[in-house]
């Protein structure tokens, strides 16, 4: 009879530890496949962000060549207006 009341306290005890060592080993397993698939999201909105500021800048000279040209066009009617102007007094 103790025999039997020693193994079924071996057999518990063994399961208690197995249970804590396993659940420890499988929550250390998920939170390296968390932090892997953060890391893949973290690379991912990385070069979205490089590549957006890369357009951005690439628009901002576009937006400079315009207002280059809107002045300039701009000049060229403020001229042409005074033009219209003398050959109206004339």
């Known amino acids: 009879m103790d025999n039997i009341v020693i193994t079924a ?3 518990f005890v063994s399961t208690i530890i197995g249970y804590i060592v396993g659940s420890r080993k499988n929550n250390a397993e998920t939170d390296r496949i968390v932090l892997e698939n953060m890391k893949g999201v973290i690379e991912v909105y990385t070069q979205t962000i ?3 500021k890369h357009e951005v800048s ?3 000279q576009e937006v400079k ?3 280059t040209c809107i002045n300039k066009l701009e000049s060229e009617l403020n001229q042409f207006k005074k033009q219209m102007k003398q050959d109206e007094t004339r």
Do not use: I
Request: hydrophobic share 35%; aromatic share 16%.
């Open 9 to 11: 306290l071996f057999s």
């Open 50 to 52: 490089e590549d957006l």
């Open 58 to 60: 690439e628009l901002k």
């Open 65 to 67: 060549e315009y207002k």
